[in-house]
């Protein structure tokens, strides 16, 4: 994967960056993404943050190879903290990163929105957490995706700040627009997942004793959710 070829996952996400966007990448991984959609004519300006030195120096060289340090603003930082408010940033992705992560870092440096910005993430597990800071802080989710690639689950999740919503603990469980439309990568994601439950399921009765009931009780919830949006 480089800045002319995006993984399978970064494309999906680039396609959710509004054209004319001015986006924040936050944890940018060589800089891939701001690259390729200011090499595109994506994106009108972009700020790349990362919170270690060596990350920071690749996407340094990446910029500087593409020729696009006036247009790309690289800054070592945590999280949110990379983002300024003359940057005007219209746009945040966070990739690839755990959602109790991603929670934290939208968590702790939330000051640093403006409050109209669309957010776009792609957490690696825990997006029953993330969808559920997405709606305690007024973020409606308005976009949804989910894909397989090199044998790993991936959702993408979109949302952009409203009023008020408010989801159930199974939307914010398999996601409400993934739920609603029910495509194949959702189906066979949870056809694999509610095997995998059931068998750990069954490990937690032969292990009575060893497992509290409330971690039986969750799982059995867990499988009969899955039943009902499998049905």
Not at 140 to 150: A, F, G, K, T, W
Request: proline content about 3%; hydrophobic content about 40%.
């Amino acid at each position: 994967m480089n800045e002319q070829t995006l993984s399978m996952r970064l494309e999906r996400v680039a396609a959710h960056v509004p054209h004319g966007a001015r986006l924040a990448d936050i944890g940018s991984d060589h800089g891939y993404l701001p690259v390729a959609l200011m090499l595109r004519g994506t994106i009108e300006a972009g700020v790349a943050g990362e919170v270690a030195q060596t990350p920071f120096a690749s996407t340094q060289r990446n910029v500087r190879r593409n020729g696009l340090e006036a247009r790309i603003t690289i800054r070592l930082a945590d999280g949110l903290e990379a983002i300024e408010i003359n940057d005007r940033i219209s746009a945040v992705s966070l990739c690839g990163m755990g959602g109790d992560t991603l929670c934290e870092i939208l968590e702790r440096g939330k000051h640093r929105l403006n409050g109209t910005e669309r957010l776009i993430l792609q957490p690696n597990g825990g997006e029953c957490a993330l969808r559920g800071w997405l709606m305690t802080n007024g973020y409606r989710i308005v976009s949804e995706e989910l894909l397989r690639e090199n044998r790993f689950d991936y959702e993408i999740i979109v949302a952009e700040p409203c009023e008020a919503v408010a989801y159930t603990a199974e939307e914010l469980y398999f996601g409400p627009l993934l739920m609603r439309e029910k495509s194949l990568a959702f189906m066979t994601k949870w056809q694999r997942m509610l095997r995998q439950k059931q068998q750990t399921l069954a490990n937690f009765e032969r292990a009575r004793d060893a497992i509290p009931q409330e971690k039986r009780d969750d799982f059995a919830r867990q499988i009969t959710w899955i039943n009902q949006v499998l049905a």
